[in-house]
């Protein structure tokens, strides 16, 4: 299978000396919050509100090299919090939404990096 990438699109191969880490996730938001507004139109008691998008200053990335392992390269992402959830047809807000993509199970893990 042949996977044809194009330069200077919303989503696919970034032009050097750009990257893409926050566009496509900023895209998959935007399509998740479109998707919870649609299924709204279907009546009472369907959709979401549109979560809010982009992550705050209570997110992080820490990476270097452990000497426990080593000097073996990590990275760990601490999630302190984020921007808040979106309402429901059941609930006014969704504590652990996160963000659109994440929509609620964040799940911690500790990434070994091997060369």
């Given at each position: 299978m042949n996977v044809l990438?194009?330069?200077s699109v919303v989503v696919d191969k970034p032009k050097f000396p750009h990257?893409?880490?926050v566009a496509t996730t900023n895209i998959a938001d935007r399509m998740v919050n479109l998707t919870g507004a649609a299924f709204a139109k279907l009546g009472d008691?369907?959709?979401l509100a549109e979560?809010?998008?982009g992550s705050g200053i209570g997110m992080a990335v820490v990476s270097?090299?452990?000497p426990r392992f080593g000097e073996a390269p990590f990275v760990n992402q601490l999630h302190l919090c984020t921007n808040g959830g979106p309402a429901s047809p059941l609930a006014d807000g969704w504590v652990t939404y996160g963000i659109p993509i994440v929509a609620g199970?964040?799940?911690a893990t500790r990434l070994k990096l091997t060369n």
């Open positions: 990438l194009h330069e990257s893409c880490s008691g369907y959709g979560g809010a998008v270097g090299n452990d199970p964040c799940i």
